[in-house]
Nanobody, 123 residues
Framework: VQLVESGGGTVQPGGSLRLSCTAP????????ISWFRQAPGKEREWVSYIGSGNGATYYSNSVKGRFTISKDSAKNTVYLHMNSLKPDDTAVYFCAADSSVSVMESWSEYDYWGQGTQVTVSS
């Protein structure tokens, strides 16, 4: 396993969760990291990106203003803070890493993946 996600669970609409992504065998700060999600019957969707070094961040329109990506270099961990969750946010969330990508939204660009963590938003 190259990346390990945690923090998923079940939450009511409007609630919050924080997902974590860590790499047991390499330094995340040297890589670009993205979060993707995949709902049943749907294609894998890019959610957010954080660059190596200064950590420039980007978000999909569907989560902008609600989700925040951050990293703690000392803990070798990248986080996805999710607020104001909606039922449409229900999916398996994956973190992905690579040394560089041409198109950050393209899941096929990334070499390293975690096993995913389930997020369910339901009343």
């Amino acid at each position: 396993v190259q990346l390990v996600e945690s923090g998923g669970g079940t939450v009511q609409p409007g609630g919050s969760l924080r997902l974590s992504c860590t790499a047991p065998r390499f330094t995340l700060d040297d890589h670009i990291i993205s979060w993707f999600r995949q709902a049943p019957g749907k294609e894998r969707e890019w959610v957010s990106y954080i660059g190596s070094g200064n950590g420039a961040t980007y978000y999909s329109n569907s989560v902008k203003g609600r989700f925040t990506i951050s990293k703690d270099s000392a803990k070798n961990t990248v986080y996805l803070h999710m607020n104001s969750l909606k039922p449409d946010d229900t999916a398996v969330y994956f973190c992905a890493a690579d040394s560089s990508v041409s198109v950050m939204e393209s899941w096929s660009e990334y070499d390293y993946w975690g096993q995913g963590t389930q997020v369910t938003v339901s009343s």
